[in-house]
T-cell receptor, first 115, second 113 residues
Framework: AQSVAQPEDQVNVAEGNPLTVKCTYS??????LFWYVQYPNRGLQFLLKYITGDNLVKGSYGFEAEFNKSQTSFHLKKPSALVSDSALYFCAVSSLIGGYQKVTFGTGTKLQVIP | DADVTQTPRNRITKTGKRIMLECSQTKGHDRMYWYRQDPGLGLRLIYY???????NKGEISDGYSVSRQAQAKFSLSLESAIPNQTALYFCATRGRWGQETQYFGPGTRLLVL
């Protein structure tokens, strides 16, 4: 079965410090991996994705993520956190199952950037 | 203007009532999805549609039905609402193969009393 794990319900980081939001996945085929961000009272917004190619993916707002096949991880990172980065972050995996692309979302990680 | 819109944005209803949530998109995408979001559970897929004539159940379709009235419109109905259907509901769209990113509407917050 396809699954995504976000082991931390909440991550707290001081403004200006680097941040990491963890994600691991399990799929039987080749994964497509995504990060979405949700601000309060808003829908999910796409941040970045890994489909193929370079393992380090750069996305919106200075975020990046590294695909690690051996560790089945796709951690979200940013070198210097901003207060405005505080939001709910979702990791998602998509793979071909039964002839269609099935998408599974993680449970979300709340990022709190402390001024 | 938003590419994916949902109406209503907030709704309070009573147990046993029928309610419809609507989703419209201007992205020209074939694929449309309905998810519900509950704290600690992430997003769970209710129904999805690959085109007007192709509708499929997701993980948690019981108690829900959908209608794809046109390529741009995908409605979710609760035939007889119950309190555990209180949640945040999101519509999403996606293009065809090679356009894997999903685009989400702003959500509908539903409270069933």
């Amino acid at each position: 079965a396809q699954s995504v794990a976000q082991p931390e319900d909440q991550v707290n980081v001081a403004e200006g410090n680097p941040l990491t939001v963890k994600c691991t996945y399990s799929v039987s085929g080749n994964p497509y991996l995504f990060w979405y961000v949700q601000y309060p009272n808003r829908g999910l917004q796409f941040l970045l994705k890994y489909i193929t190619g370079d393992n380090l993916v750069k996305g919106s707002y200075g975020f990046e993520a590294e695909f690690n096949k051996s560790q089945t991880s796709f951690h979200l990172k940013k070198p210097s956190a901003l207060v405005s980065d505080s939001a709910l972050y979702f990791c998602a995996v998509s793979s071909l199952i039964g002839g269609y692309q099935k998408v599974t979302f993680g449970t979300g990680t709340k990022l709190q950037v402390i001024p | 203007d938003a590419d994916v819109t949902q109406t209503p944005r907030n709704r309070i209803t009573k147990t046993g009532k029928r309610i419809m949530l609507e989703c419209s998109q201007t992205k020209g995408h074939d694929r449309m999805y309905w998810y519900r979001q509950d704290p600690g559970l992430g997003l769970r897929l209710i129904y999805y549609s690959f085109d007007v004539k192709d509708i499929n159940k997701g993980e948690i379709s019981d108690g829900y039905s959908v209608s794809r009235q046109a390529q741009a419109k995908f409605s979710l109905s609760l035939e007889s609402a119950i309190p555990n259907q209180t949640a945040l509901y999101f519509c999403a769209t996606r293009g065809r193969w090679g356009q894997e990113t999903q685009y989400f509407g702003p959500g509908t917050r539903l409270l069933v009393l």
